[in-house]
Each structure stands twice: as structure tokens, then as C-alpha cells.
């Protein structure tokens, strides 16, 4: 069964451009969740989606966006971007929305901000 | 707020020797997971634990959850060069899959 993929890899943008970033699942499941890892912050929550709708949400503000497709796939969109927003971005997969689920994350997309 | 504080943040050892990674909280959580992660890959999960007191073995690395679900421990005996990597602990409130994660330790194991 293939893993997590996100697409693309890497990226570089300037301030004020937006980017849109893939994760497709592990056939299957129909949880994805969203995740920032910094070195600073290390990871924290973005949102998760589940069957299309969104579940959670964490402290990001709203140029920090979503959404899923009806075939699990899902994108995030962050626009406006900031310096700050040079991370590496990753998205996990579940089966469901249940807290002890396990989480098959992808290798991410490491977005840097000139 | 870092609702789950992991430590140590950096570990430097030889082969062989034993250590553990703490990972404590002042929430209880419903269930509490083990990854690790190398660089440039995404963190892989090592170990899901979900009840108060309950130890877990996985070859050398034992994970235990505290009675109270606050906390968390891992130990990994006679360390190999193998084990070098990011070691990160992850709690869920049951709230769908919202995860808190510590900040990581670093582990580096020296031949």
C-alpha cells in the first residue's frame, strides 16, 4: 500500500505570494490532518479534515486554509506569506477521527519564505 | 502554550548506553504516541499507548504511560548508532486527530 505522499517537496516563495500545497492519503483512510514544524515551535496542529469537513482547527491565523476532496486528497492554502512561515509542512492520514488512531505522515513540504 | 514538555532536548551518547526521554504534562490525556522522525522524512509512529500505567516493548525501547495519563516515558537500552534521531511524544484529548506534540529530543548515539 503506498505511504503518505505531499507534493511538492520543496518550495520557494516570496513575501505576499500564496502557495497551495497536496497531501494525498493512505488509500483508505479519511482523516487528514496538517501539521507546521519549525525549529523554534516544533509542530503544532494546523486543522484536520475528515470526510470532507473540517474537524479541528488549531492557532493559525486565517490565511492559514484548507480543504478536502471527496476522494480524501486534500490541500492547504496559506496566503499572504511571511517570513515566519518557513516550515516544513506535513500532512498524516488516518483511518478516522479518533484520537488513537494511528497517524501515517507524509515526508512534507518544506516551503521557504524569501 | 506547550502543553507537553519534553526533555531532555538533546542527548549525545556512546553505543551502548541506556537513556531515557521524559515527556510530561499537566493535562490527562486519552492516549499518548511515540514517533520518530529522520531528517527529511515525516515522523513515524513507534508506539501508541492509551492506558494509565500501561508498559509497552519494542525491541530495545520500553514506553510507559503514567498512572495519571499526564506523562510518559521512554527508555532505550544499549543504545546503537541506528537509534541517532528525533524522538517525539504526541498526546490526543479524543478530540478527532488533534495531536499535541512535545518539542523533540535529539538523539545522537556516537560508535
Known amino acids: 500500500k503506498a505511504g503518505v505522499t505531499q507534493t511538492p517537496r520543496y518550495l520557494i516563495k516570496t513575501r505576499g505570494q500564496q502557495v497551495t500545497l497536496s497531501c494525498s492519503p493512505i488509500?483508505?483512510?479519511?482523516?487528514v490532518s496538517w501539521y507546521q514544524q519549525t525549529p523554534g515551535q516544533g509542530l503544532q496542529f494546523l486543522f484536520e479534515?475528515?470526510?470532507?469537513?473540517?474537524?479541528n482547527k488549531g492557532n493559525f491565523p486565517g490565511r492559514f486554509s484548507g480543504r478536502q476532496f471527496s476522494n480524501s486528497r486534500s490541500e492547504m492554502n496559506v496566503s499572504t506569506l511571511e517570513l515566519g512561515d518557513s516550515a516544513l509542512y506535513l500532512c498524516?492520514?488516518?483511518?478516522?477521527?479518533?484520537?488513537?488512531?494511528?497517524?501515517?505522515f507524509g515526508p512534507g513540504t518544506r516551503l521557504t519564505v524569501l | 502554550t506547550q502543553l507537553l514538555e519534553q526533555s531532555p532536548q538533546f542527548l549525545s551518547i556512546q553505543e551502548g548506553e541506556n537513556l531515557t526521554v521524559y515527556c510530561n504534562s499537566s493535562s490527562v490525556f486519552s492516549s499518548l504516541q511515540w514517533y520518530r522522525q529522520e531528517p527529511g522524512e515525516g515522523p513515524v509512529l513507534l508506539v501508541t499507548?492509551?492506558?494509565?500505567?500501561e508498559v509497552k516493548k519494542l525491541k530495545r525501547l520500553t514506553f510507559q504511560f503514567g498512572d495519571a495519563r499526564k506523562d510518559s516515558s521512554l527508555h532505550i537500552t544499549a543504545a546503537q548508532p541506528g537509534d541517532t534521531g528525533l524522538y517525539l511524544c504526541a498526546g490526543s484529548y479524543n478530540q478527532g486527530g488533534k495531536l499535541i506534540f512535545g518539542q523533540g529530543t535529539e538523539l545522537s548515539v556516537k560508535p
Open positions: 498524516a492520514s488516518s483511518l478516522n477521527s479518533r484520537g488513537a488512531d494511528t497517524q501515517y
Open positions: 499507548v492509551v492506558t494509565g500505567g
Open positions: 479534515y475528515f470526510s470532507e469537513t473540517q474537524r
Open positions: 488509500s483508505g483512510h479519511r482523516s
